[in-house]
């Protein structure tokens, strides 16, 4: 049992989220993690505790930052939603039309919504790649645009779990005329004051977590081998850690590169802001229209995967996880969001008006209940309340 001192505010009627953060740590293994949950533009919830970097003992405070995985997608989402809004990009119109070169080998017509709801059928590219090629940009887009896809585009889908963000990252480069990191910081991470990159400057390299690989046992899980090809970027880097429980998105030329589906480091206090503008005034502004919030809540892929484990209530919209219980129940029916390998989740839900976001230094595995715990404390807070 570790026991630590939790740090922040949680508002009155919210004290349910502290006392199962902290029981994160007594009973769940936690090393640091912070989480955040913003309502109707108002901070409710903004706690964190523990160590960021286990080999220095520096501690986690108010603006840590950390590689939160694929909860990159759900931000690369938004971006797109608002070149949507501005007339930039037509998500029913052929990718072709934004990046010509993808129009081979059967993809011609293929849909830019179907890179974004995992339906393309090249969840991993058909050679080896070099760390290298991975953080070179061009050779992984250059590759995806002349592949065969693995299934009849459109027929079937499988989560693509590293190659979404260049396949993505290419139309939103093609299309407005900036790259992913570009994107994000220009149109969310400035905006709205956010401690967030997808391409880490170098001043703020010491002021990001350390992440802890998942316990050996729950990184041996078994899994397909394409999807064990794909998570890897074809054998470019281990993931998600190697032999030695080393995680490789805690290097320098990884995190400086922003890798456009997984390399985002931000702060739970961000991440549910930045939601939270999604669906309601944060500042003064909002990013998203009810048009597009609609949009994006539309069911485009559930059910088995070609490659998956077994299916487990996952559905995805046009790039969002949607409310999935119960493999990831977040708070209503209509939230919307992403999770993150190891254990990350962040989402918004336009019927409570909320931005949530939950980041963690220790990564685990499939099993990992955390921020499931959070999100039914939440629910209970907000059922008490009402």
């Known amino acids: 049992m570790t026991s630590v001192t939790v740090h922040g505010v949680a508002a009155r009627g ?5 006392d199962v953060f902290a029981d994160l740590f007594a009973h769940r293994g936690e090393s640091g993690a912070a989480v955040a949950l913003v309502l109707d533009g108002r901070t409710v919830v903004d706690l964190w505790a523990g160590v960021a970097d286990t080999r220095t003992g520096r501690p986690w ?13 759900g931000l690369l989402t938004i971006c797109a939603y608002l070149a949507v809004q501005r007339g930039e990009l037509d998500l029913d119109a052929p990718v072709a039309r934004y990046w010509p070169e993808f129009g081979q080998e059967g993809k011609d017509d293929v849909p830019v919504r179907w890179l974004f709801s995992h339906r393309v059928g090249l969840p991993v ?6 760390m290298a090629d991975v953080l070179a940009w061009s050779p992984v887009v250059r590759a995806l645009a002349r592949q065969k896809p693995l299934w009849a585009p459109g027929t079937a889908h499988s989560y693509h779990t590293m190659s979404f963000g260049w396949l993505v990252g290419e139309v939103l480069r093609r299309a407005t005329g900036r790259t992913p990191g570009r994107l994000v910081a220009g149109e969310l991470a400035e905006p709205l004051g956010m401690r967030t990159w997808l391409g880490l400057p170098d001043p703020e390299r010491e002021s990001v977590a350390w992440t802890l690989a998942a316990p050996e046992a729950e990184r041996a899980i078994p899994v397909h081998p394409v999807n064990a090809r794909a998570r890897t970027m074809c054998g470019a880097f281990p993931f998600p850690a190697d032999d030695d429980g080393n995680v490789v998105f805690n290097e320098p030329a990884v995190r400086a590169a922003g890798l456009p589906g997984a390399g985002l480091i931000s702060t739970a206090r961000d991440l549910a802001r930045v939601y939270a503008a999604c669906v309601s005034e944060v500042d003064g502004g909002r990013l998203l229209a009810p048009t597009s919030v609609a949009d994006a809540l539309v069911v485009r892929s559930e059910g088995q995967e070609v490659y998956g484990p077994p299916y487990a209530g996952r559905r995805w919209g046009t790039g969002f996880l949607l409310n999935s219980p119960p493999t990831r129940r977040m708070l209503t029916d209509v939230s919307f969001g992403h999770d993150g390998a190891g254990g990350h989740l962040a989402f918004a839900d336009p019927a409570l008006r909320a ?3 939950y980041v963690t230094t220790r990564m685990r595995g499939p099993a990992d209940d955390r921020s499931n715990l ?10 008490i309340a009402a």
């Open 125 to 130: 590219v058909d050679r080896d790649l070099t």
């Open 374 to 383: 959070l999100t039914a404390a939440v629910r209970d807070c907000l059922a």
């Open 14 to 18: 919210f004290g349910r989220v502290a």
């Open 61 to 73: 405070t108010a603006d840590t930052t950390t590689s939160v995985f694929s909860c990159t997608k």
């Open 355 to 357: 931005g949530f976001g």
